[in-house]
């Protein structure tokens, strides 16, 4: 989880800055320990970016209520960041392989 992004969140959302943001959204980013990816991302509206950055999804989901975003389009949209995630564009995904075996089976029938 990202912490910093997590409270940012938390404080412009629910907390102390939830007044201050809905005023001015810059200035808060601004003095925000936000780097300026997750600061673009932020004002952009870009959950998808954000839930890659490993924001935590309830402070992520009281984000995108607070921006009037609906559970269908929050999901959806959470859905095609995973899947951004494990699929480069481009490339499939890679095929799952068998974990490697660490010790001999105790089976019986074991070679």
Not at 37 to 65: C, G, I, K, N
Not at 69 to 74: E, K, S, T, V
Not at 78 to 103: C, F, N, Y
Request: charged share 25%; proline share 7%; glycine share 2%.
């Amino acid at each position: 989880m990202n912490a910093v992004l997590t409270q940012f969140l938390v404080d412009v959302t629910r907390g102390h800055r939830k007044a201050e943001f809905a005023a001015d959204r810059d200035a808060v980013l601004d003095s925000s320990m936000l780097d300026d990816h997750l600061r673009a991302a932020v004002r952009s509206e870009d959950l998808a970016t954000l839930w890659l950055a490993q924001a935590h999804p309830m402070a992520l989901m009281y984000f995108a209520r607070a921006l009037g975003w609906d559970n269908p389009r929050y999901y959806a949209c959470i859905e095609q960041a995973d899947a951004r995630k494990s699929a480069p564009a481009g490339r499939a995904p890679p095929a799952a392989s068998a974990p490697p075996r660490t010790h001999r089976s105790s089976s019986p029938h074991a070679r």
